[in-house]
């Protein structure tokens, strides 16, 4: 058994610092273990008292009887680390350190995060800073969290990792509340040891695990994330995760327009995009989705069939799952047939969707009778049942009935509590049928389930080819030099001339062809538009007089003379895109969207983090393009035609490769505008951007 597993299920536990006082944080533990049904042994820890909770109580760990699997530190950030050497020292496997005052309050903290860690040696650490962990398969409570003076939890199959020791307790008590069963809870915190990554691969083997929820703060360690994700994937347990801090405030450009229209949290959206991480998007979502993914059911379409016992909940319920891209289908013949076969009189309107028994009733042959006509209905993916008002005065009723449709069907089951009814929502829940207060809810579980039911691994990464760069000098290259660094891996620019003088540009605009793009050329000066620096559709006996006055008005708004300039064929027809290299803490990551010079305006992008090792699959490209809200346009909207997406798949790959091959030494990269021209013709990189390290 190794260090982790015996973390989650120790047989002997020393709580370091332990309180007679159980007004204190320190005088939790002990009762907590008791009073939670722990059944292994436990060691209080304090020189000052002989016994607490009835435990005798051991001056040091150099006493204790025998070596603890666990230990919970109680003492303060200025002693804890003794009582952890103390613990690797007896042999421990993990120590789990309450204390605040690490790495999250600033250097000096740091430091003693630091002297933790080297006090630890090879015994694991939990925390610092952390509520703990509770174990709700095993009945083991190591945690100090005040949700714990309830009396009892249901056990059940979701897995949840925090990096909140505040948000564990919430998240134990709301889904206690509400009948949803957990397995195992931790409290991950600093993470100066164990974090995020280790426990989902500790709970992708845990046998009482379905699904994995997540509170994340941050990710540190994204390679492990990432292994850890697929890892879950592959073994069929969805991950669901709240990101806090989506604000953009933090996020920052740098040279190009890629920085500004990535930011932090897009980062986020593509690293678990890639590693089929489900994002809730509210709090509530982190309880609502793995509620529903816990079933085990799977949905295969967005075809939902709502059954209502009261007309505007349905009618909520329905309006919600259309604004999220469910289709509420009315019955197709053969069921519509079943259900007016069900009916007694004619309260009820069985031959629509929300299919309304209202008037009928809470009659249970009927309600049985439409629940298994439902699913078993080819036309429909899932079933939404509505309950309403009057099932509070039966709700055995409702509950029994839609619990003897479900073994005929493997489509999910939802049910929408429509009046203030947590006691019918929990009964729900514990009878295998997910309930929600709110019809939203409903949606983003069905949403959850959808996505988890179309993951597909990832493509293989395209392998990157030895190209040297070694002639390249470091820092901002020129427009020129990006645009010739990036044919060297395939991307394919402009025809272009640089220049100096206005008798050069001249020669060159005659031999590119009469109207051209004029540009400063330098290595300061990316964004040109912004200083004068770009001109459109000069005529060749005009490009001089229009350089020289391009100089002087750059000269006047960016303090610096331009000495070159590039002379550029004019480039018709197409659809101008922006292709871009970002990276931050999480990786590299590439960036798609619509370019030019209402890129930040529109927003309108797609990213995907690069893999660890090569570029990006040509079918990662393509869903890409695809997720574009303006991929029409590429596509031959209103007879436009057709763009070559064949060769912009090929620009984005190996505009990718680029990238995985310079790795660290690439800092940024954009192209943009990149023309897609109609198909057949190719792409061209009208304008680049490239920083070396």
Known sequence: MDAIARLLKP?????????????????????????HGFAGRVFPVNPKVDRIGGLECYPDVASLPEIPDVGIV???AERAHQAVRDLAARGAAAAIVLASGYAETGEEGARRQRQLMEAAGPMRILGPNTIGLVNLTDSIVLSA????????FPSGAIGVVSQSGGILGSLLSRAA?????????????????????DFMDALVDDEATRVIALYIEAVRYPEKFRAAALRAAAAGKPVVAFKIGRSEAGAQAAVSH?????GADRMYDALFRQTGVIRAQTFADLLDIPAALATGRRLRGQRIAVLTSTGGAGTLVSDSLGVSGFDTPSPDEATGAALRALQTGDHAALDRNPIDVTL??????LLRGAIQALLASPGYDALVVVVGASALAMPELMADAIRAGLPLSDKPVLAYVSPHAPEVARLLTQRGVPAFAAAESCTAALAGLLQASRWRPPAAPQPVPAVSVDDWPAGSLDEAQAKQLFARFGVIGTREIPVETPAEAERAARELGGRVVLKVLSGKITHKSDVGGVAVGVPAQEVGARLAAMADEVEAKARLRPRRFLVQEMVGGGTEMILGLHRDPLGAA???GMGGVTAELFRDTAMRLLPAQGGLSREEALEMARELKTW?????????????VEALVDAIVAFSRLAAGLGDRLVEAEINPLFVLPRGQGVRAADGVAVLR
């Open 145 to 152: 969290s005040g949700a714990l003076e309830m009396d009892r």
């Open 590 to 592: 590439i960036l798609l």
């Open 258 to 262: 890629t920085g500004a229209l990535a």
């Open 11 to 35: 047989r002997s536990v020393a709580v370091i610092g332990a309180s007679a006082d159980l007004a204190k944080t320190a005088g939790r533990p002990v009762p907590y273990l008791l009073k």
């Open 177 to 197: 509340a509400r009948g949803i069963g957990l397995s195992k809870l931790v409290s991950t915190s600093n993470e100066a040891d164990l974090g995020l990554a």
């Open 74 to 76: 109680l003492l303060g």
């Open 632 to 644: 029409p346009l590429l596509d031959g909207f209103r007879g436009r035609p057709a763009a070559d």
């Open 360 to 365: 009928a009733g809470l009659q249970p042959d």
